[in-house]
């Protein structure tokens, strides 16, 4: 699949957030693009400067991914459906030919095999995944900011977002590497084919197919009733969400992803299908980019009655705005400006849930708020 100029420019900026860090610097991002263009001219990568730990979908530097999805309608499981939702697993969530006929090799080895099964995995995201399946111990490598559980700031790092370190991934000789399809470097991806390394996919695009993941990976690694547990239990949750905010009065929401420039969510993106989960109303929501930049008067000009700025440890941080300087908009005049902690809102895991039922519920304490002093309007 060729992705187009935007579609690859936004794509490396929102590494910046899912590798646990939503900070991606557009300008860092542009060179970015720049060079992966140069493909293949040095088997060398550049190892990461493991920095402090990001602003998970917001580092505390130019560092990566948040996570864009699209926004698609929620799917039902529940506990007697696991051998649908397995189906699942490799239809929606995998969905790549290239990575299919891979897939299937590997778990057609026996459980046993599949359990020792030596892993790299090549985002947060997916690391997070594979603890929780119980399957972290599998992983002989992984990229920076991946730091949760506490485990995985034990395992070998072998890059970032913006480059990998080809030649040690051959050294290290795994028996399969999980790559973020639109989160790695598509080149990098090209050049360990070439080396014969056997690579599958994680590509969860929206809230639902977080599930779809981790029974993927449960597939892959022998630990299907573990998978199936975390799945059932995540869609639950989100189905418990969908049905609690669906009929919510909208309220102004704006969604600071990132200050310099300001940039907020929009269409597929990640963070907006959570604000849309909430109930949350976003005046950019149909911009032309699901990442778009915005002028600070537009903004205003919304006079956004809530506003939301992940950070990391979801506490106020140098580089996000402060608001309080513009009482004139209810969000600064009422004090509804929330943080929920990046690390978990811009993940592709199920942690990323509890942060943002928590968000939905700050949310919804500002609807009741301008409900009864300020009617909401539509």
């Known amino acids: ?101 891979i897939f299937q090799e590997i778990t057609a080895l026996s459980k046993e095999k599949r359990q020792k099964l030596r892993i790299i995995a090549l985002a947060p995201h997916i690391v997070e995944s594979m603890f929780e399946v119980g399957a972290g111990h599998q992983i002989i490598a992984t990229t920076a900011h991946a730091d949760y559980p506490e485990a995985a700031k034990d395992i070998l790092q072998i890059g970032n977002y913006a480059r990998l370190q080809i030649e040690k991934i051959v050294q290290l000789q795994p028996d399969v590497v999980i790559a973020w399809k639109t989160g790695n470097p598509g080149d990098d991806l090209s050049r360990l084919k070439k080396y014969q390394v056997k690579v599958i996919y994680s590509n969860p695009t929206t809230l639902s197919q977080v599930a779809d993941e981790l029974l993927m990976l449960g597939q892959l690694t022998g630990r299907e009733t573990a998978a199936e547990q975390a799945a059932t239990a995540y869609t639950t949750q989100l189905n418990s969400l969908k049905t609690r905010y669906a009929q919510q009065a909208p309220i102004r929401t704006f969604y600071e992803l990132w200050s310099r420039p300001l940039r907020t969510v929009a269409n597929n993106a990640w963070p907006q299908q959570q604000l849309a989960l909430c109930g949350a109303q976003n005046p950019f929501a149909h911009a032309n980019d699901d990442y778009p930049s915005v002028g600070l008067e537009q903004v205003l000009a919304t006079l956004p009655q809530v506003i939301i700025q992940p950070t990391q440890h979801a506490a106020d941080t140098p580089d996000a705005l402060n608001w309080a300087k513009w009482q004139h908009i209810p969000a600064a005049q009422n004090g509804f400006i929330f943080h929920p902690n990046a690390d978990k809102v811009h993940r592709m895991t199920s942690r990323m849930l509890d942060e943002v039922a928590l968000m939905c519920e700050q949310i919804d304490k500002a609807r009741q708020f301008y409900q009864v002093d300020t009617p909401v309007s539509e």
């Open 1 to 101: 699949m060729v992705l187009s100029w935007p579609t690859r420019l936004t794509t490396l900026c929102l590494c910046a957030f899912t590798f646990s860090a939503f900070t991606c610097n557009i300008a860092h991002a542009r060179t970015q693009v720049a060079t992966s263009e140069l493909a293949d001219v040095t088997e060398s990568a550049t190892p990461s400067a493991a920095s402090a730990e990001s602003q998970g979908h917001q580092a505390d530097g130019d560092d990566e991914e948040g996570r864009k999805g699209n926004g698609e309608r929620l799917s039902e499981k529940n506990e007697d459906q696991h051998t649908g939702q397995a189906k699942s697993a490799k239809s929606a969530t995998i969905r790549l030919a290239e990575s299919d006929a």
